[in-house]
């Protein structure tokens, strides 16, 4: 079964690129102006922008723009539903794990019968 | 500063597609072969390898081969380095926003001493 959660899709494209990771890393601490942001990379405002349009139309930030300055700030919602789906397979692959060490903990306290009566013999 | 981890890159990238996830779901509950992995996605034998090697390069997911089997399983190392860089970026808005929440109520606590000052005359 296929798991179609669009927003999980362009939440995890959105954060495949450096750039794009940086500026979420920059808005964790606080809100920032799209040219704060551009600021520490060596990129156009323009291209700065369409970064920014890629994290909104994921909900990762919202943005919204006083006068001529555009304000960005962090969803953390969204970075949650990511971390959220990584944490719960994460926890899944540990369960099983567990299982795996209780089944062969078991196997060894108590060996196969069988094999134990050739041995005798 | 820019965040070059070309892993991050790569394990995002390769989450961003829901049948790779679906992939990674199923791997997290144990290793299956790259035919049990499509069986639920109506996709050629070929598109799955080419999805599981997509995996691979990221580090999400060991294979082997044995005989005509390939065996698929996951990494969850690679899962805690996305979920970790997520979970960093959550808790440093939630300090932030802490923060703020102190600051505001401390102002709520000491009205401006200026303002205090005009309203008693």
Request: glycine content about 6%; hydrophobic content about 45%; proline content about 7%.
């Given at each position: 079964?296929?798991?179609?959660?669009?927003?999980?899709?362009?939440?995890?494209?959105?954060?495949?690129?450096?750039?794009?990771?940086?500026?979420?890393?920059?808005?964790?601490?606080?809100?920032?102006?799209?040219?704060?942001?551009?600021?520490?990379?060596?990129?156009?405002?323009?291209?700065?922008?369409?970064?920014?349009?890629?994290?909104?139309?994921c909900g990762l930030v919202h943005s919204s723009k006083v006068g001529r300055t555009r304000t960005c700030s962090i969803n953390s919602a969204a970075l949650r539903s990511a971390e959220d789906w990584l944490a719960d397979r994460r926890a899944m692959v540990e369960r099983n794990l567990d299982r795996l060490g209780v089944f062969l903990a078991a196997t060894a306290d108590d060996p196969d019968p069988a094999s134990d009566a050739q041995e005798r013999r």
């Open positions: 079964m296929l798991d179609y959660a669009p927003d999980l899709d362009r939440v995890f494209q959105a954060l495949a690129d450096p750039g794009r990771r940086a500026m979420v890393e920059r808005l964790s601490r606080g809100p920032a102006s799209v040219s704060e942001l551009g600021k520490p990379m060596e990129m156009s405002l323009a291209a700065v922008l369409q970064h920014v349009r890629v994290l909104e139309a």
